[in-house]
T-cell receptor, first 115, second 115 residues
Framework: KAGVTQTPRYLIKTRGQQVTLSCSPI?????VSWYQQTPGQGLQFLFE???????NKGNFPGRFSGRQFSNSRSEMNVSTLELGDSALYLC??????????????FGPGTRLTVL | AQTVTQSQPEMSVQEAETVTLSCTYD???????LFWYKQPPSRQMILVIR??????QNATENRFSVNFQKAAKSFSLKISDSQLGDAAMYFC????????????FGQGTELSVKP
């Protein structure tokens, strides 16, 4: 099976712009989670989608949003970019059962730089 | 609140030797899972090993094994016969039950392997 894919791999934006990141999960996986990784804050959970519905959300401002399509592919959008949004954004997919029994498999990440 | 702590920011090991990375966690749940992930310079997050808390037997995957002490809430990773390719950042992670498996990560341990 193909692994989790993320596009684009690298992005450079300026403050105030918006950006959309894409994630395609492993075939058959219905849950997609997004994480932000920075040197200062480490790995932080953004949100999780399952069957096109946001099932869980982390403590991020409303500028961070996402959605999931019927084929389980997910997009994450960040509006009005700030310098502090520079980070590696990781997407992970899992089968999506409730509870914590499903292993999450990660994509290669999108490196976002905000100038 | 559930937390995961990795007290060793950096570790070093000689090639072919054995090294143990420490992780402690805090939870009030009785049944849960724990993971170790590896993040090499490519930044791809790779699953190393998974442990089910209800199992008394420690998980093993080739040269990787864990020492799981449930009462002490300790989950250490042992790497035997270390190889240059093992050099990476290692994260211990705990998924939150009934929150879509939202992963709580430790701060990470950077492992270097000396030839």
């Amino acid at each position: 099976k193909a692994g989790v894919t993320q596009t684009p791999r690298y992005l450079i934006k300026t403050r105030g712009q918006q950006v959309t990141l894409s994630c395609s999960p492993i075939s058959g996986h219905r849950s997609v989670s997004w994480y932000q990784q920075t040197p200062g804050q480490g790995l932080q959970f953004l949100f999780e989608y399952f069957s096109e519905t946001q099932r869980n959300k982390g403590n991020f401002p409303g500028r961070f949003s996402g959605r999931q399509f019927s084929n389980s592919r997910s997009e994450m959008n960040v509006s009005t970019l700030e310098l502090g949004d520079s980070a590696l954004y990781l997407c992970a997919s899992s089968l999506g059962g409730r509870g914590s029994t499903d292993t999450q498999y990660f994509g290669p990440g999108t490196r976002l730089t905000v100038l | 609140a559930q937390t995961v702590t990795q007290s060793q920011p950096e570790m070093s090991v000689q090639e072919a030797e054995t090294v143990t990375l420490s992780c402690t966690y805090d939870t009030s749940e009785s049944d849960y899972y724990l993971f170790w992930y590896k993040q090499p310079p490519s930044r791809q997050m790779i699953l190393v090993i998974r442990q089910e808390a209800y199992k008394q037997q420690n998980a093993t995957e080739n040269r990787f094994s864990v020492n799981f002490q449930k009462a002490a809430k300790s989950f250490s990773l042992k790497i035997s016969d270390s190889q240059l390719g093992d050099a990476a950042m290692y994260f211990c992670a705990y998924p939150l039950y009934n929150q879509g498996g939202k992963l709580i990560f430790g701060q990470g341990t950077e492992l270097s392997v000396k030839p």
